[in-house]
């Protein structure tokens, strides 16, 4: 695929990391038990090593891996192949490592539905695997994600600001914030890489600028991006999409391609804390979790985020690198450093740098 094509290669084998990593993912994060059916589905841009040690630390679980390999799709969030369909359908726990992610497909809603414990690991590798799940302290960071929702749930204006022109606001009333990293404990619970809060404030407050200047995934032919993307929000609504380079030209007509008024309704707003990622890498699932970033989605909203659900053409999200974080007045984040006192000891415990 495209978006991958400008990657840097990261051959690095790390054999042992890897399988630590693997039984962190599978024993402490996703919860698997004994007698479990899990299936993890691959296309064929997925890294096979990480899937191979997965299904070999559910194994060591005591519990029933099902390894589900297919075509890469032409976009995410498409229906898979029926096969793929029934297999996680009838799934305890489903791990989807996929490059092009069957999320907000009817497919996954039908395994939702039916109880599945399920992640999305989308384009992830050996690196990452043992970046963003291996080596960080997985408690820690927890709790500094615990930490960003109870400030976020005192509040109600949120005010994201950048030096690239971003400048949104939006107020929460009475929405939920999300940690989205923690252990997979409840059936039909979508569980995320740790290091990300996501919720959406009410859709009719949300108005400004989103500047773009991390990443921006899909369509493919983005990733990381060479120019900014600013958008222009209306009561929760992409109303504009411009900038002076290419990529905005990609990602408007992208958009505007699939005829369909939802593709352009921000879906949530969330920030990313994962201390394995310091930088943007062009793979979404790292992205979003870029350490101090603020990541936002367009198209798809699930039920989950709260407020009124509902369903798009696909769904896209887009990050912001040095951002600042205003908390009813409040800075809590300036320039992609947090200086919240509580927030600023939780970091130095991780040994995050600059901290």
């Not at 094509?5 to 790390?14: H, T, V």
Request: proline share 6%; glycine share 10%; with cysteine.
């Amino acid at each position: 695929m495209e978006m991958f094509s400008r990657l840097e290669p990261r051959s690095e084998y790390l054999s042992y990391e890897l399988a630590l990593a693997a039984r962190k993912l599978v024993e402490q994060v996703m919860l698997v038990k004994p007698g479990e059916h899990v299936v993890l589905t691959g296309d064929t841009s997925s890294d096979r090593r990480v899937v191979d040690a997965t299904a070999q630390a559910v194994a060591a679980a005591g519990a029933h891996p099902v390894v589900v390999w297919y075509e890469t799709l032409p976009s995410s969030s498409m229906e898979p192949p029926r096969p793929v369909a029934g297999a996680i359908a009838d799934a305890d726990v489903w791990i989807e490592f996929a490059v092009s992610y069957v999320m907000h497909s009817d497919a996954f809603r039908r395994a939702m539905a039916n109880g599945c414990r399920y992640t999305n690991l989308t384009a992830m590798d050996v690196h990452m695997l043992v970046a963003t799940v291996g080596r960080p302290d997985f408690e820690g960071v927890i709790k500094l994600g615990k930490a960003l929702v109870r400030l976020l749930e005192q509040a109600d204006e949120v005010r994201i600001t950048s030096a690239n022109g971003t400048d949104i606001t939006g107020r929460n009333g009475d929405r939920p914030i999300n940690l989205r990293g923690k252990p997979a404990e409840n059936p039909g619970e979508t569980v995320m890489l740790s290091g990300q809060i996501s919720w959406n404030p009410l859709e009719e407050t949300q108005d400004g600028v989103l500047v773009f200047d991390g990443a921006l995934w899909p369509p493919d032919q983005l990733g990381l991006l060479r120019t900014p993307v600013r958008c222009t929000v209306e009561k929760g609504v992409v109303t504009k999409i411009d900038g002076e380079g290419q990529d905005a030209e990609i990602f408007r007509r992208w958009m505007e391609s699939w005829d369909d008024p939802n593709m352009f309704r921000v879906a949530h707003w969330s920030l990313g804390f994962n201390p394995g990622v310091p930088a943007p890498t062009g793979r979404i699932v790292e992205d979003e979790r870029v350490f101090g970033c603020v990541e936002l989605g367009i198209g798809t909203k699930g039920a989950w985020i709260g407020g009124e659900p509902w369903v798009s053409a696909a769904h896209t999200d887009g990050s912001i690198l040095g951002p600042s974080i205003y908390l009813d007045g409040e800075c809590i984040e300036k320039d992609g450093v947090y200086v919240h006192p509580e927030l600023v000891e939780i970091c130095r415990e991780l040994g995050v740098a600059g901290y």
